[in-house]
């Protein structure tokens, strides 16, 4: 990730907390969301039958070390998140990497 690129998140983030609170609206959260997804997929493509599993393995142990430290309400907060991205990404075209 870009200096820029990393400054314009951190910006939207901030843009999307209130005294350090998620706002009420997800948007913005959804939107950086997308952002990270489409970082990750760069960075492991192309995808193919050996790094899928190892991305997916990585990625799911890095979610479940991150809401452990999470309370209820940030637990909320992701799951609402990931309802977001999961309707945003079966609305739009999904490319898929051979």
């Known amino acids: 990730m870009t200096n820029e690129k ?3 998140m951190i910006k939207k983030i ?6 350090g609170a998620p706002a009420k609206s997800l948007d913005g959260y959804r939107e ?27 990625l799911g142990f890095m979610r479940d070390i991150v809401m452990k430290e999470l309370d209820s309400e940030g637990k909320s907060v992701v799951k ?8 945003s990404t079966r609305s739009e075209k999904v490319p898929y990497h051979k």
């Open 80 to 87: 609402s998140i990931e309802i977001l991205l999961k309707l």
């Open 32 to 58: 950086v969301a997308v952002e990270y997804v489409n970082m990750i997929n760069e960075a492991i493509t192309p995808m193919n039958p050996f790094t899928a599993p190892l991305a997916a393995a990585a």
């Open 6 to 8: 990393q400054k314009e």
């Open 14 to 19: 901030l843009e999307t907390t209130v005294d």
